[in-house]
């Protein structure tokens, strides 16, 4: 018998070194991120549950917000001249007549929006966010659709992914996803403040969401990073945040409105 | 022999069972990490309107106190040198320079540390598992802070600070505030959610959040030291404090951009989307911004942020 034991500790000896030599092996479910074998449906491989009633908080330019800001009132965004020309000849009188009164609730700024947010899984690979103040649903798709985009919407198209916070090196572990990345494009032209600021069809929306548990609350913080080659000068980055509610409390859909 | 096979067999069971969670959960946040201060530009750049608590969840008292504030406070001697507490990582300007120390023998994480700026003390995150001190135990400028990992994020939870101020024109924080603070690093962005608690002056949580880009031109973490000096502070006999009802600069927001007075003054309802509509009514919007507005050209404030210094290879 020695002699199997000691085969078979040899054995166990070198399956080991192979083993540290390969690298870690990471053995849990994995999220469908490129590269990582077979995709699992967006629902089931989801790291939180974003589903359900929101309501955002707005602790942040306020101002900016929470009523309509003057004319030119630009501070903080970093545009170029072209854009702040545009800023200056805005009339939302002629929007709401041009059934344009939907400029300022884009994908580019409707987070800012004061609003409840209703999350739902519209399909296996859907995620879906219906935006009360404007009116305006917004769709995650974890899937690329294989058909051309259609035409440029406010919402553009929103392509997901469940992404990790770092990426592992050459030989790391990967990660567990923990964030959910939504980067979109095909958007209307739009405006990224109420008061006729502009973004253009060449913008791309780069938001991450996470989600952070407190004191029995749950909260959701987006990061939304706008790039524009057309009208700003570097990107634009800000935040937005929402409390879980129980149920659909304060949900009240109003339609777009280009002045207030 | 048997130590070698006890060796391969414990690497072995590692590598099966998947890595030690707290190797897998620590993410490093080493690095100077630069202020996007696009949101908020003003009040994170030049400086807040003496009288705009708006979106403050400030209860009747933290509003007399935040009354009551001048800004000549900061220039008289007992206080030129007076940093900010930890909860200004939310509303200063500056960047962080984060940076983690280590056990010397073992090179496990005892804390992060954040670095000093130039008006703040620098936050020591304790990620050794030591309790916080007893609530009998001194206040202290910088506070006391442990840390733990939550999956990726780093979350730390600072007590024990001095009274202080949740934004930069007097807004009250008393010395029972306690702060939470979230840290989702997204490849080169930082995402720093703030939860505010305070007892005394809040009536309900105050959330903050903001971004930072990492980059590699080191942020310096402090000025040049302070040294206390004559900064034409208030006259003699005289006190930097409004009395009741005496504040001058109560009706500028309302003057500038037809805020009303009850929505300056803050209160938690204003933080709601719901508050909007109880505006909706009364609000006329200003014609045109004269103050303040930033634009290309004007002084910087149009992005309110330097661009990024050029990070080679990225």
Redesign the interface.
Same mark, same amino acid.
């Given at each position: 018998m020695k002699p199997v034991i000691r085969r078979f500790?040899d054995t &166990?000896?070198i399956?080991? &070194?192979a083993?540290?030599a390969l690298g870690?092996?990471?053995?849990?479910a994995q999220g469908p991120e490129a590269g990582r074998g077979p995709a699992a449906a967006a629902k089931a491989a989801a790291p939180f549950d974003m589903t359900g009633y929101w309501?955002?908080?707005?602790?942040?330019?306020?101002?900016y917000r929470?009523?309509?800001?003057?004319? $030119?009132?630009?501070?903080?965004?970093?545009? $170029?001249?072209e854009?702040?020309k545009i800023a200056d000849a805005w009339d939302p009188g002629a929007d709401e007549a041009a059934g344009n009164q939907c400029k300022s609730y884009g994908a580019a700024a409707i987070m800012k929006v004061?609003?409840?947010l209703q999350i739902t899984w519209q399909d296996d690979n859907t995620l879906r966010m219906d935006v009360d103040?404007g009116t305006q649903t917004r769709l995650f798709r974890f899937r690329t659709q294989s058909a051309s985009p259609g035409p440029p919407s406010w919402q553009g198209d929103s392509v997901a992914q469940w992404?990790?916070?770092?990426?592992p090196g050459p030989t790391g572990?990967p990660?567990?996803p $923990?964030?959910l990345?939504v980067v979109t494009r095909n958007l209307r032209p739009g405006y990224l403040r109420k008061n006729g600021v502009p973004y253009s069809d060449k913008a791309v929306v780069t938001e991450?969401f996470?989600l &952070?548990r407190?004191?029995g609350d749950q909260?959701l913080?987006v990061?939304t990073?706008v790039e524009d080659p057309q009208y700003l000068?570097?990107p634009?980055?800000? $935040?937005?945040?929402f409390r879980k509610q129980s149920d659909s409390s304060?949900w009240?859909p109003t339609p777009c409105s280009a002045?207030? | 022999m048997d130590i070698l096979k006890r060796t391969s067999l414990t690497l072995t069971l590692i590598l099966v069972a998947g890595p030690l969670p707290h190797a897998f959960a620590e993410v490093d946040l080493s690095g100077s990490w630069q202020a996007r201060n696009q949101q908020d530009a003003m009040q994170r750049g030049p400086g807040p309107y003496p009288v705009d608590y708006t979106g403050l969840p400030l209860n009747q008292e933290g509003r007399a106190n935040a009354l009551s504030f001048s800004q000549s406070t900061l220039s008289t001697i007992e206080h030129q040198c007076a940093y900010y507490q930890p909860t200004y990582v939310l509303f200063g300007p500056q960047g962080l320079r984060i940076w983690t120390e280590t056990d010397a023998v073992n090179g496990t994480t005892v804390a992060i540390k954040i670095g000093a700026a130039n008006d703040r003390a620098p936050i020591t995150i304790w990620m050794d598992g030591r309790p916080h001190p007893s609530k009998n135990a001194p206040h202290l400028i910088g506070g006391f802070t442990t840390g733990s990992w939550e999956g990726d994020v780093l979350v730390f939870y600072t007590t024990h600070m001095k009274s202080g101020y949740i934004r930069r024109n007097g807004a009250p924080a008393s010395d029972e505030t306690a702060l939470t603070g979230y840290l989702s690093r997204h490849g080169d962005i930082l995402t720093m959610l703030g939860i505010i608690e305070d007892p005394i002056y809040l009536s309900e949580p105050l959330l903050i959040t903001r971004t930072f880009q990492l980059v590699t031109r080191a942020i310096r973490p402090l000025d040049t030291p302070c040294i206390r000096g004559y900064e034409g502070g208030p006259s003699e006999g005289s006190v930097a404090q409004y009395l009741p009802g005496q504040n001058p600069f109560i009706g500028e927001l309302t003057n500038l951009y037809h805020i009303p007075r009850e929505a300056v003054l803050g209160g938690a309802e204003t933080m709601y989307p719901d508050y909007r509509k109880k505006l909706k009514s009364d609000f006329v919007r200003p014609d045109k911004c004269t103050l303040n507005c930033g634009g290309p050209g004007r002084g910087g404030l149009g992005a309110a942020v330097a661009a990024p210094a050029a990070a080679p290879g990225r």
């Open positions: 500790g &166990f000896l399956a080991s &070194f083993l540290a870690p092996i990471q053995l849990r309501v955002s908080l707005v602790t942040e330019d306020w101002r929470m009523v309509t800001p003057a004319k $030119n009132d630009l501070m903080g965004l970093p545009l $170029n001249t854009a702040a004061p609003a409840r103040t992404q990790a916070a770092v990426t572990v990660a567990p $923990n964030t990345k991450y996470d &952070f407190h004191s909260w913080v990061t990073i000068t570097q634009y980055v800000t $935040n937005a945040q304060g009240d002045t207030w | -």
